[in-house]
Every structure is written in C-alpha cells, then in structure tokens.
C-alpha cells in the first residue's frame, strides 16, 4: 500500500499504512474457538424497517434446554484451558427468553469460575423487555450490555415500532437512562443510520440520557434499496465525524463514539486484525437446532454452516476462510485503499448478504471519514496535548467487544 497524504483541517499529514499493518494470520490454526453467540429466542417482539436478520434469514425455534446445555458444554471444551471465553447473545430479541439468559449467565459463571476462567458476557436488546427485576440480575451475572435505539422519539418511532405498529422510544429510552446511570461502563448504543437521518443528532440525542459510549452503524440493505445512505447524508457523517474530532482536540467532554475510537486505536497500531472481527476463525454462532456457523447473521443459512456442538468441521471452516470469510490482503477493493489497516475489512455477513460479495460503499465511506479524522486527532494531540491522547488510549480499551 503506498503513503497516503491526508489535508485535514490546515493540517498535512503522510500517513504510510505499512506502519500499522498487522501480521498475516496462521490461517491453520483455526478453528480456534473462544467466543460463541448464542440465538436464545429465533424471533423478535419488533419490526424494525430495516430489519436485517428478516430478510436473510430463516424462521427460527427457541433454543431447548438440551442444545443450550451442549453449547455451554462445547465453548468450554473446545476452547484452551484456563484461557478467557466470551458468550454473545444478540440474535432476535434474546429477552424474550429471559429466563434463558439469565440461566446462561448463572451457569456459564459458574463453570468459569470452576476452572479458574475469565468469562465476559455481552447482550444486545431492543430495550422493549427490560425491567427493574432484569436489570438486577443483568447487574448480578456482571452482563455487558448494549441496547439499540436509533436517536431521539421520531427517529426511534419510525425506524424501530413494535408488530403492532406502536412506537418504541418511550420504554426504550427510560431502559437506557436507568442502564446508563447504573452500569456506565459496561453499557453501551448502538444505532442505525439511514437514509436522512442526522448522525449529530442521533449522537447528541443519546448522549442527552447519559451514555458514555454510543456506536453509529450504516444500515445493512441492498444497494437498490430505499434506506441505503445517499452521498448528502455521508457528507453529514463525515462533518459530524469532523466536529466530534474537534472537540476532543479541543478537550470537550464528549461520549465514546466506539468507531471512531477502535479507528483512533488501530492508528497507534492497537488492535489491528486483517479481519473486521474473528467469525468463523475463533468466534462461531450456534442456533436452535445445535448448528454451528460463523456469527449469527448467518444462522439458518445452510451454505455457511461450519458443523454442529459435536464438532465443527476444519474443512468447512477452511473453505469460509478462503472465501466469504477472507481477509482484507485477498480482497481487490481492500487491497487498493490505504485505510484498510485502520478498517480491518468489510462485515463477512453484510458483503455476502447485502453487498453480493462486495463491501458496502456506505461502510467505506464511514470508515474513510474516520480514520482521516483519527490520523489527524493523533498528530494533533502528539504536538499539543499527548496526555490527552493517553487519556483517549484508556478510554478507548474500556469498551471491547470483541
């Protein structure tokens, strides 16, 4: 990849991506499991306008007591010994089996603790099943936990409405308030961005009921389709994503914006991967009939299935790694932008589901704005104001999910 001249705000800046850029991954070694998303409930009470998971994926059951049981079984089992583990729910809205969380929660603490492992536990909900009982035990079981809403009550009740066609903001919103205030650093956003809607406003918005980190994602369509982000609302992404920079260079008080900050970080070279996340290497998704595929959006697809909680086959494995699952250096899109160390790649699932085996321009595009926005705020901090860079470095590191 050749040097890349970024002009950003009076500021000229030679960035050459070959020093950040990771090692090449021992593709061998895999699978090599450590994290599981599990798929609790196969459904939503909600119908989203955008609704990823409705329009690729198959009709689901509940998981039953015995494959949840097989599951906990295998993460432990396939996984290194006394090596740190991560289950995921987020699949559906996994609060509609709540009693089934709550059970995974208890159990898998329960056998990491009996073999000396370290266990993060993360969940994603629409917020609309939260309630002051839940909210405890959320505490209890010491779940991460991140609630999708899409900005403030117009956006929130046009995108996000219950089957019955009510809106949604109301009892989500109270959710996030009460989550933020009570788990601040375990607690996070995430919301969709599409067609006309203001980022900066959406952000703002969410800031406004105390969350400290807020995570701003394209939404996951076809190119043809009605939602996708038109050139006007990029351009508002990229100003909003210039403001937010400067405030911080300026050392304004401001949420994690989590892109924005794993972009920061990749610049100081942490946490750069040649893929955008570890699906169908160390992190697998296992759905209601015990089948085993490389995150949940592709649960139900047949052509991805990897196996089953008795094994998952290193062939099949292989085969994904090679193809939909490849990293950024196989890529002919990736292999032309000089951002590809800072990006890590395109979401396997929204390149094959929505992007017909390319990345989505709109993520690009996203992706582009931040890490010129990152460049900058790392050069200017490092002449002006290196504490607070470290400060930002810290910051930064609390909130992973990966």
């Given at each position: 990849m050749q040097k890349k001249e970024i002009n950003f705000l009076g500021r000229t800046i030679s960035f050459d991506p070959e020093t950040v850029s990771p090692a090449l991954l021992d593709e061998q070694k895999y699978p090599a499991v450590s994290s599981f998303a599990l798929d609790v409930t196969g459904t939503c009470n909600l119908k989203c306008i955008y609704c990823a998971e409705s329009s690729t994926m198959p009709e689901r059951q509940p998981i039953s007591p015995e494959k949840l049981e097989m599951a906990l079984q295998a993460l432990f089992a396939w996984s290194k010994p006394k090596s740190a583990v991560s289950i995921h729910l987020g699949s559906g809205e996994p609060l509609l089996n709540s009693d089934v969380v709550?059970?995974?929660?208890?159990?898998?603490?329960q056998m990491?603790?009996?073999?000396?492992?370290?266990?993060s536990l993360y969940l994603t909900t629409?917020?609309?099943?939260?309630?002051?009982?839940?909210?405890?035990w959320l505490i209890e079981d010491q779940?991460?936990?991140?609630?999708?809403?899409?900005?403030?009550?117009?956006?929130?009740?046009?995108?996000?409405?219950?089957?019955?066609?009510?809106?949604?903001?109301?009892?989500?919103?109270?959710?996030?308030?009460?989550?933020?205030r009570k788990i601040p650093e375990n607690f996070s956003t995430t919301s969709v961005l599409c067609r006309g809607v203001d980022p900066s406003r959406v952000?703002?918005?969410?800031?406004?009921?105390?969350?400290?980190?807020?995570?701003?994602?394209?939404?996951?369509?076809?190119?043809?389709?009605?939602l996708q982000l038109s050139k006007s609302d990029l351009e508002s992404y990229r100003r909003f994503i210039v403001d937010y920079a400067q405030k911080?260079?300026?050392?304004?008080?401001?949420?994690?914006?989590?892109r924005f900050h794993n972009r920061l970080l990749r610049v100081l070279g942490y946490k750069n991967n040649r893929t955008p996340?570890?699906?169908?290497?160390?992190?697998?998704?296992?759905?209601?009939?015990?089948?085993?595929?490389?995150?949940?959006?592709?649960?139900?697809?047949e052509k991805y299935k990897l196996g089953d909680l008795t094994?998952?086959?290193?062939?099949?494995?292989?085969?994904?790694?090679?193809?939909?699952?490849?990293?950024?250096?196989?890529?002919?899109?990736?292999?032309?932008?000089w951002a590809a160390p800072l990006c890590g790649g395109p979401c396997f699932a929204c390149t094959d589901l929505f992007g017909l085996g390319s990345p989505l321009p709109q993520f690009c595009e996203m992706t582009l704005a931040e890490s010129e926005a990152a460049i900058w705020l790392v050069d200017f901090l490092k002449e002006n104001n290196p504490e607070e860079l470290v400060r930002l470095m810290g910051a930064g590191f609390l909130w992973d999910t990966a």
């Amino acid at each position: 990849m050749q040097k890349k001249e970024i002009n950003f705000l009076g500021r000229t800046i030679s960035f050459d991506p070959e020093t950040v850029s990771p090692a090449l991954l021992d593709e061998q070694k895999y699978p090599a499991v450590s994290s599981f998303a599990l798929d609790v409930t196969g459904t939503c009470n909600l119908k989203c306008i955008y609704c990823a998971e409705s329009s690729t994926m198959p009709e689901r059951q509940p998981i039953s007591p015995e494959k949840l049981e097989m599951a906990l079984q295998a993460l432990f089992a396939w996984s290194k010994p006394k090596s740190a583990v991560s289950i995921h729910l987020g699949s559906g809205e996994p609060l509609l089996n709540s009693d089934v969380v709550r059970e995974i929660g208890r159990k898998s603490r329960q056998m990491a603790k009996a073999q000396h492992r370290a266990l993060s536990l993360y969940l994603t909900t629409n917020g609309t099943c939260i309630n002051t009982q839940v909210i405890d035990w959320l505490i209890e079981d010491q779940w991460n936990v991140k609630v999708s809403i899409d900005g403030d009550q117009g956006v929130q009740d046009e995108n996000r409405k219950h089957k019955s066609g009510r809106g949604t903001y109301s009892e989500v919103s109270k959710a996030v308030a009460v989550l933020a205030r009570k788990i601040p650093e375990n607690f996070s956003t995430t919301s969709v961005l599409c067609r006309g809607v203001d980022p900066s406003r959406v952000f703002y918005h969410i800031a406004s009921l105390g969350v400290k980190r807020i995570e701003l994602v394209p939404v996951a369509a076809t190119k043809d389709s009605a939602l996708q982000l038109s050139k006007s609302d990029l351009e508002s992404y990229r100003r909003f994503i210039v403001d937010y920079a400067q405030k911080l260079a300026d050392g304004k008080t401001v949420p994690i914006n989590i892109r924005f900050h794993n972009r920061l970080l990749r610049v100081l070279g942490y946490k750069n991967n040649r893929t955008p996340c570890g699906a169908g290497r160390n992190f697998f998704a296992s759905g209601p009939t015990g089948e085993i595929y490389p995150c949940f959006r592709f649960i139900g697809i047949e052509k991805y299935k990897l196996g089953d909680l008795t094994e998952i086959s290193k062939q099949r494995v292989q085969d994904f790694i090679k193809s939909s699952g490849r990293p950024y250096e196989k890529r002919e899109t990736c292999l032309e932008c000089w951002a590809a160390p800072l990006c890590g790649g395109p979401c396997f699932a929204c390149t094959d589901l929505f992007g017909l085996g390319s990345p989505l321009p709109q993520f690009c595009e996203m992706t582009l704005a931040e890490s010129e926005a990152a460049i900058w705020l790392v050069d200017f901090l490092k002449e002006n104001n290196p504490e607070e860079l470290v400060r930002l470095m810290g910051a930064g590191f609390l909130w992973d999910t990966a």
